[in-house]
């Protein structure tokens, strides 16, 4: 049982020992313990059932690990998608910013020329719509 005690305190090195990590290794090892004595029961040899207790664990263990990492994933999409509907509202609202200054010049001062705003907003609009195709395409994908 000592190779079970190695074990947990393996997996929590990396965690400070605070009453809660103590409490959560004790009841590990508690199971760990009970998986064990449920083995022998069953006519395995003591050091083959800590084995495989062990080996059960770590497939959960990583199985665990997994999950997480597919949060993270999720977070991090999620994340990206607020970013870009953060921009898009910054884009959209600038270019607005951006061709009302043009239109006031274009009807204030250089009226000789006609209505030569138009060239440059069209041009302008392409800043929110390439954010709009990136936001669409992040949500798209899965």
Do not use: C
Not at 7 to 17: A, I, M, P, W
């Amino acid at each position: 049982m000592k190779k079970l005690k190695r074990f947990v305190n393996d997996l929590f090195k990396d965690y400070k020992k605070d009453p809660e990590t103590l409490e959560t290794m004790q009841q590990l090892e508690e199971m760990l313990t009970e998986k064990v004595e449920d083995l022998i029961e069953q006519g395995i040899s003591e050091d083959d059932a800590v084995h495989r207790t062990i080996i059960e664990f770590g497939e959960l263990d990583e199985l665990y690990q997994k999950q997480i990492l597919k949060e993270k994933k999720r977070y991090k999409r999620q994340k990206t998608i607020l970013h870009y509907r953060n921009d898009l509202l910054f884009a959209s609202l600038s270019s607005l910013f951006i061709i009302g200054m043009l239109l006031f010049i274009n009807l204030q001062y250089i009226t000789q020329f006609g209505l030569w705003f138009i060239l440059p907003s069209i041009g302008i609009l392409f800043w929110p719509l390439s954010i709009l195709y990136k936001l669409l395409n992040k949500k798209d994908e899965k």
